[in-house]
């Protein structure tokens, strides 16, 4: 009877320290493919956002709502100023209030997708990262012209949630100056006017959810006072208000 051949011999054949070489690559390639791409994405949309410092060109960004409250006190300030912005929306929020996200777009404004619950997409699970950047209710759908924006929950993102919103042909928007309104201590409103005026323009991170922790009536007075002051800012630098870099919508 012939022997085994020498491709079966070498089917057969195993070296332990080879195996476990394998597997240590493997258990640290897949996690530094799921979250690297994430990253990647991340820093090519902070770049985009940086892209407008330093041009006198500033856009206001308004996160996690809507809210009957809050979100209609900006509406009322913009509106004040002839200024429009972007509000990166929570899907449940946005199925709650349909008749804010009416009022935010018969303004105007551009709506934004901020995920279905708001996770964060380096701890949830990948099925729950990939639902809760595709899952775009209704009322979101139907918007004239429909959301084409995507903020993801605090800036993290991962493979899934990277493809969940590529599939969705959503463009990921990230920011260049955070207001601070969810810091644990409220920072002073010219604290911040005065890091925008350094930066000479760029993208802010402001939220407009109802917040119901202790100081939320004081954070919500914070972002209503950071907004007049930022439009008070542009409007004596002489500085363009914007859309976010992803937009396809032109400066007004």
Do not use: C
């Not at 890091?195 to 000479?200: S, T």
């Amino acid at each position: 009877m012939p022997g085994p051949s020498n491709v079966d011999m070498t089917l057969e054949s195993h070296d332990p320290m080879i195996e476990a070489l394998l597997i240590i690559l493997a258990a640290g390639i897949l996690p530094g493919l799921y979250f690297g791409v994430g990253i990647v994405a991340r820093l090519q949309a902070d770049r985009r956002a940086a892209s407008l410092m330093g041009t006198g060109r500033l856009a206001l960004t308004y996160d996690d709502g809507p809210s009957p409250e809050q979100t209609d006190r900006i509406l009322k300030l913009l509106e004040d100023r002839k200024a429009h912005a972007t509000f990166f929306v929570i899907g449940h929020s946005a199925t709650t209030y349909p008749e804010v996200i009416g009022r935010i777009v018969a303004a105007g404004h551009e709506v934004g997708w901020h995920s279905l619950a708001h996770l964060n997409q380096w701890r949830a699970s990948p099925s729950a990262a990939w639902r809760d950047t595709s899952s775009i209710p209704a009322i979101l759908e139907n918007l004239d012209p429909i959301t084409s924006i995507y903020r993801p929950p605090y800036g993290k993102l991962n493979l899934l949630s990277v493809l969940a919103a590529r599939r969705r042909r959503l463009r990921i928007s990230t920011w260049t100056r955070p207001s601070g309104d969810t810091d644990p201590t409220i920072p002073d409103v010219q604290e911040i006017v005065d890091q925008v005026d350094a930066d000479g323009g760029g993208v802010v991170l402001m939220h407009d959810n109802k917040r119901t922790n202790p100081d939320g009536d004081a954070r919500d007075h914070f972002v209503a006072q950071l907004t007049a002051a930022l439009l008070d800012l542009a409007q004596r630098r002489g500085w363009t208000l914007v859309p976010v870099p992803e937009s396809s919508r032109t400066a007004t």
